[in-house]
């Protein structure tokens, strides 16, 4: 199976900060990359598919990048509502995996 | 509206059977694919299982292969987890996902608890 690692594990902003939060995977997946937003209690949200692409009804403050094996997520300008646990998930192996999770919480 | 309703969860002994259901709406069910993916209380997530649009195609984590059965009825727009030999550690929230076209996981239900414990 293909493993994915995210960095860091936590971290603490403040409003109005830039966060930047990497996931690996083991092989390359080539774009075949997500990111989810998990806020406690609910159902996760997707913000970007296919590593860079923005869900629809998701702020532009969120974006995506890379391929192959490094990919990262990153929230300018974070908000109050931005706080949350986020996940990158790979769709390239038909056994999909997902990020242990990065928690970003206020500083 | 897309909305997706698990129901099936709640509390069986270790070695016990539970069925989830997913209920489906407000897309066409039967062109997509489908995963079930879980949580334990304060954990990460974690890929339980997907099936593809007609049900000719599965595939399982290694942790609940041979166990658990994914399956889906596109006439009654529902899919299903068939879970035996349940485990301690198959305790979590279990979710009924939508795959879309570019493999992301774009709509998910509220969950479902499954809770195994003497």
């Known amino acids: 199976d293909i493993q994915m690692t995210q960095s860091p594990s936590s971290l603490s902003a403040s409003v109005g900060d830039k966060v930047t939060i990497t996931c690996r995977a083991s092989q390359s997946i080539m774009h075949y990359l997500s990111w989810y937003q998990q806020k406690a209690g609910e159902a996760p949200k997707l913000l970007i598919y296919a590593a860079s692409s923005l869900q629809s009804g998701v702020p532009s403050r969120f974006s995506g990048s890379g391929s192959g094996t490094d990919f990262t997520l990153t929230i300018s300008n974070l908000q109050p509502e931005d706080f949350a646990t986020y996940y990158c998930q790979q769709s390239y192996s038909t056994r999909l995996t997902f990020g242990p999770g990065t928690k970003v919480d206020i500083k | 509206e897309v909305q997706l309703v698990e129901s099936g969860g709640g509390s069986v002994q270790p070695g016990g059977s539970l069925r989830l259901s997913c209920a489906a709406s407000g897309f066409t069910f039967s062109t997509y694919w489908m995963q079930w993916v879980r949580q334990a209380p304060g954990k990460g997530l974690v890929w339980v299982s997907r099936i593809n649009s007609d049900a000719s195609d599965t595939s399982y984590a290694d942790s609940v292969e041979g166990r658990f059965t994914i399956s889906r009825d596109n006439a009654k727009n529902t899919l299903y987890l068939q879970m035996n030999s349940l485990r301690a550690e198959d305790t979590a929230v279990y979710f009924c996902?939508?795959?879309?076209?570019?493999?992301?996981?774009?709509?998910w239900g509220q969950g479902t608890l499954v809770t195994v414990s003497s």
């Open positions: 996902v939508r795959i879309a076209v570019s493999g992301s996981a774009d709509y």
